[in-house]
């Protein structure tokens, strides 16, 4: 079993906070994402919403990669919510786009919840050769953020 350090804490609260940058929306839940370098350096972020009401934050940040000649297989995707598997506004899923950038290592502070879709992304970029670690105490900072769409109350 790996566990999480404490530069995969802090990378995993930036996604957080930068997920408070995404335009509430009642169709889409507001997420922030950051591919760090095997060094530690940080080499792109994104957030829902940020170019385009229907990108996803992995996808904003694997955007600004795109064709760079960046080797990714020794970074980490640090992501405030579990990447998608299914999407009605793309063809191609956040978990896809993950695979096919080379990253292997992803960590997440919360599972996607039953309201939009059935999301697999844990399941499958594990199933694919990708360490996936769930920091699960910083779930609930994802969860009041997303009260506009969980129907919660934030604390």
């Known amino acids: 079993m790996t566990l999480f350090t404490e530069a995969d804490r802090f990378w995993t609260r930036s996604a957080i906070d930068l997920s408070r940058l995404s335009p509430p929306s009642p169709s889409h839940y507001a997420v922030g994402a950051v591919v760090v370098g095997p060094a530690g350096n940080p080499m792109a972020t994104g957030y829902t919403g940020e170019t385009d009401p229907h990108f996803h934050a992995e996808e904003e940040a694997l955007a600004k990669l795109a064709g760079r000649g960046f080797d990714l297989t020794g970074a980490t995707l640090y992501t405030s919510l ?74």
Do not use: Y
């Not at 992803?106 to 879709?117: D, Q, Y």
């Open 82 to 155: 579990e990447p998608c598997t299914t999407r009605k506004s793309r063809p191609t899923s956040c978990t896809e786009l993950i695979l096919a950038s080379g990253i292997r290592r992803v960590v997440l502070a919360l599972r996607e919840p039953l309201h939009f879709a059935d999301c697999t992304g844990v399941e499958t970029l594990v199933g694919q050769g990708v360490e996936v670690l769930e920091i699960p105490d910083l779930g609930d900072a994802v969860r009041n953020i997303n009260a506009h769409v969980m129907g919660m109350q934030t604390t």
